[in-house]
Every structure is written in structure tokens, then in C-alpha cells.
């Protein structure tokens, strides 16, 4: 009698390879193992408005740059203008969008609108080391103070990130001392928490994040501090002294540069709303697989004509 063993064999194979698939979409491209399971959505709306001058206008915008949340859905609204999404360089890949156009004149109002899903990524790893912070100039009058503030963290810290927290509770204390509000007269903690790592030679730089809380309107971007440290960038609020992430942070702007750049206008400003919603895990992982450009495949990818054929094909 012929052996059975190569047909087990087969079956056994092809069933460990059909497991290892479906763990690897699960873990890699979040297709849910169950069906019906849902996954939370952020629906974003920032509204640009301006008074134009009356000949050409051009406004450029940073879109959001977090690896904490993947991009499923943006478009924009400008009727008019002409649009072109550039990417600005720098360490963290920021992106903008560019609006144009010959003659424009009163108020003018352009809509980008975006939406979100967490990825499960927390960390914010660097694409690169940042060179060390360059001597930084401070004024006569407060280069006492500054000097005896870091000497003070410095004392009482290990490293990049220890030295922030020093640095953060100095500036949020109830009762500062003398040196901390002569400094704080002079500048806004988010510039002064950069200039105080820079002194120290830490590389540090402001980013601008937008809390996400559900249906709230006309909203702005709050600044924060990341610090650098053996590969990866690490949060602080200046204002509160917090240290991380908060969970409903969504990075917006992380290359140190303007948010919204207006040439050709007045009174120019970007405000956002926000809207949580609940949407299929399956139908999402599935916007996600068509946004990439690698090699990886999925029958999702393919027509619906096709994917029912292949579908009638793996049953058979």
C-alpha cells in the first residue's frame, strides 16, 4: 500500500503557511482575525483663512507627520486654487500642501480634511542621528541665570532625557526660582526649554500636536518639545511639565518649521475640527494595503470581479 506521509506532509505545510499568512496580515497589515471587529477613526478638518491682497496668493500648509497614526483618507477643498503636495525634507519626511493662484482678493478660505487611525506605533525613532546644538548666544542680562539653570539640571540628571525632566519641572514649578522667571520674562517656555538643551548640548526641537477629542471645533495646535536620545525622540509639554505621549495626541508638525505660510495675504490662521468614529477593521486595513507601493499582495487589492474568482478557486 502507497504511503500517505507526502499528503499529510503537504496538507501540514500548506496549513502552517495559510496560518503564517494570516498572523502576518494580522500583525503587519491589521486584518482582523474575527469578523465584525471595529477600529477607531479620527474624521479632521483644518480651515485656512485669509484676507487676500488682491494679486497672487500662495499658502502652504504642513500636514500631519505621526507614525502613532496611518493617513487613510485626505483631500482638500479650494475652489480655484491649484494644489500641489510637496514634501519639505528634513529628518522626519514632514509633508506639505500648496495652494496657488494668479489674483485673489477678500477673504478666502481653504479646507484640507484627513482621516486618522492609530497604528499601535508609540515611538518616535529618529531616521537619523541630529547633530549636537551649536553655542548658543544668550543676552548679558541672562547669561547669569541661564547658566546656574542648567548647571542646576545638569547636577541632577544622567542623561539627555533625565536633564528634560530637570529642565520641565523648573519651568512648571508653582514656586520658580528667581533665575527660572528672569528667563521666562524674557521668552515662551517652548522656545526657552529648546534654548536650555541647546546650552547643553542635547538636541531638542518644538513640534506642534493637536489634542483629538471628539466634535470639538476650532481647535489649534498646542507645542511641545521632543528631546533626543540613542535613537529615538522623546515628548515633553512644556507647559504642563508632562513627560510622553498623551493618547489622544496626533503630531502634526515635527520639523521645527512654521505651520502655515501665507504670501500675497493678511491675517492669515488654521483652525481645526474633529470628529471620532468607529469603522470596519477589515474595510480599513484594506484603504491601508491600497495606499502602499511595495510588493506585498492581498486578493483585496485586486477587483471584485477577481477577487470572487480567486475566492471560488482557494474553496475548491
Same mark, same amino acid.
Given at each position: 500500500?502507497?504511503?500517505?506521509?507526502?499528503?499529510?506532509?503537504?496538507?501540514?505545510?500548506?496549513?502552517?503557511?495559510?496560518?503564517? !499568512?494570516?498572523?502576518?496580515? /494580522?500583525?503587519? /497589515?491589521?486584518?482582523?482575525?474575527?469578523?465584525?471587529?471595529?477600529?477607531?477613526?479620527?474624521?479632521?478638518?483644518?480651515?485656512?483663512?485669509?484676507?487676500?491682497?488682491?494679486?497672487?496668493?500662495? !499658502?502652504?500648509?504642513?500636514?500631519?507627520?505621526?507614525?502613532?497614526?496611518?493617513?487613510?483618507?485626505?483631500?482638500?477643498?479650494?475652489?480655484?486654487?491649484?494644489?500641489?503636495?510637496?514634501?519639505?525634507?528634513?529628518? %522626519?519626511?514632514?509633508?506639505?500642501?500648496?495652494?496657488?493662484?494668479?489674483?485673489?482678493?477678500?477673504?478666502?478660505?481653504?479646507?484640507?480634511?484627513?482621516?486618522?487611525?492609530?497604528?499601535?506605533?508609540?515611538?518616535?525613532?529618529?531616521?537619523?542621528?541630529?547633530?549636537?546644538?551649536?553655542?548658543?548666544?544668550?543676552?548679558? %542680562?541672562?547669561?547669569?541665570?541661564?547658566?546656574? @539653570?542648567?548647571?542646576?539640571?545638569?547636577?541632577?540628571?544622567?542623561?539627555?532625557?533625565?536633564?528634560?525632566?530637570?529642565?520641565?519641572?523648573?519651568?512648571?514649578?508653582?514656586?520658580?526660582?528667581?533665575? @527660572?522667571?528672569?528667563?521666562?520674562?524674557?521668552?515662551?517656555?517652548?522656545?526657552?526649554?529648546? &534654548?536650555?538643551?541647546?546650552?547643553?548640548?542635547?538636541?531638542?526641537?518644538?513640534?506642534?500636536?493637536?489634542?483629538?477629542?471628539?466634535?470639538?471645533?476650532?481647535?489649534?495646535?498646542?507645542?511641545?518639545?521632543?528631546?533626543?536620545?540613542?535613537?529615538?525622540?522623546?515628548?515633553?509639554?512644556?507647559?504642563?511639565? !508632562?513627560?510622553?505621549?498623551?493618547?489622544?495626541?496626533?503630531?502634526?508638525? &515635527?520639523?521645527?518649521?512654521?505651520?502655515?505660510?501665507?504670501?500675497?495675504?493678511?491675517?492669515?490662521?488654521?483652525?481645526?475640527?474633529?470628529?471620532?468614529?468607529?469603522?470596519?477593521?477589515?474595510?480599513?486595513?484594506?484603504?491601508?494595503?491600497?495606499?502602499?507601493?511595495?510588493?506585498?499582495?492581498?486578493?483585496?487589492?485586486?477587483?471584485?470581479?477577481?477577487?470572487?474568482?480567486?475566492?471560488?478557486?482557494?474553496?475548491?
Amino acid at each position: 500500500m502507497e504511503s500517505k506521509k507526502p499528503f499529510y506532509f503537504l496538507v501540514f505545510l500548506l496549513f502552517i503557511t495559510g496560518l503564517g !499568512a494570516s498572523i502576518y496580515r /494580522h500583525v503587519v /497589515h491589521k486584518v482582523p482575525l474575527l469578523p465584525g471587529e471595529r477600529v477607531e477613526s479620527w474624521d479632521i478638518d483644518a480651515r485656512i483663512s485669509f484676507v487676500a491682497n488682491g494679486g497672487p496668493v500662495e !499658502a502652504s500648509l504642513t500636514l500631519p507627520n505621526d507614525p502613532a497614526y496611518d493617513i487613510l483618507v485626505e483631500n482638500t477643498t479650494s475652489s480655484g486654487y491649484g494644489l500641489t503636495i510637496s514634501d519639505s525634507g528634513g529628518q %522626519s519626511g514632514q509633508r506639505r500642501a500648496i495652494w496657488s493662484v494668479r489674483q485673489a482678493s477678500g477673504e478666502q478660505t481653504l479646507y484640507y480634511k484627513v482621516t486618522v487611525t492609530p497604528s499601535g506605533e508609540s515611538r518616535l525613532v529618529a531616521k537619523e542621528e541630529p547633530p549636537i546644538p551649536g553655542a548658543v548666544s544668550w543676552p548679558v %542680562s541672562l547669561r547669569s541665570a541661564a547658566e546656574q @539653570v542648567v548647571a542646576e539640571a545638569w547636577g541632577r540628571s544622567a542623561n539627555p532625557v533625565t536633564y528634560a525632566r530637570e529642565i520641565a519641572k523648573m519651568l512648571s514649578a508653582d514656586d520658580k526660582s528667581q533665575n @527660572v522667571e528672569l528667563l521666562l520674562a524674557s521668552a515662551e517656555p517652548p522656545g526657552l526649554f529648546v &534654548r536650555l538643551l541647546h546650552t547643553a548640548e542635547i538636541p531638542a526641537k518644538k513640534v506642534n500636536g493637536l489634542f483629538l477629542e471628539d466634535l470639538r471645533r476650532r481647535q489649534t495646535l498646542v507645542p511641545l518639545i521632543e528631546v533626543y536620545q540613542e535613537g529615538e525622540w522623546y515628548l515633553f509639554n512644556p507647559a504642563t511639565g !508632562a513627560e510622553g505621549r498623551p493618547e489622544n495626541l496626533l503630531l502634526w508638525e &515635527r520639523d521645527n518649521r512654521s505651520v502655515l505660510d501665507v504670501n500675497g495675504a493678511s491675517d492669515s490662521r488654521v483652525s481645526f475640527s474633529m470628529l471620532q468614529r468607529l469603522r470596519s477593521a477589515l474595510s480599513t486595513s484594506v484603504e491601508l494595503l491600497e495606499k502602499q507601493n511595495g510588493s506585498d499582495f492581498s486578493l483585496y487589492q485586486l477587483p471584485l470581479e477577481e477577487q470572487s474568482l480567486f475566492k471560488g478557486i482557494l474553496l475548491i
